[in-house]
Nanobody
């Protein structure tokens, strides 16, 4: 059983920055592909970014490329999402997720077994 806890959300003005963290416990962190998803009210949960087990390969949704950066520190059992140049349309609850094995089908939320409780990001215009 893997426990994931997100932190770092908040209210920020458009153009601002936030850094989200996802702390993992209860499993071998380095054996999991990790990802961030987000969900706005009334909408489906959307893929944001994913990172391979070693951290050498990353994937991004087109809407966040060049503005958001995913990273991980396996020694600290923690994943990060650096969010720059934030836009009002980035407003959502952000969830971290973990799946065993490689990055096949990394953008499909149904492939992820473990989820955090979410952290709210609100970007004002």
């Amino acid at each position: 059983q893997v426990l994931l806890v997100e932190s770092g959300g908040g209210l920020v003005q458009a153009g601002g920055s936030l850094r989200l963290s996802c702390a993992a416990s209860g499993g071998t962190f380095s054996s999991y592909t990790m990802a961030w998803f987000r969900q706005a009210p009334g909408k489906e949960r959307d893929f944001v970014a994913a990172i391979s087990r070693t951290g050498t390969t990353t994937y991004y949704a087109d809407s966040v490329k060049g503005r958001l950066t995913i990273s991980r520190d396996n020694a600290k059992n923690t994943m990060y999402l650096q969010m720059n140049s934030l836009k009002p349309e980035d407003t959502a609850a952000y969830y971290c997720a973990a799946k065993s094995g490689g990055t096949v089908d990394y953008g499909n939320p149904r492939m992820y077994r473990y989820w955090g409780q979410g952290t709210q990001v609100t970007v004002s215009s």
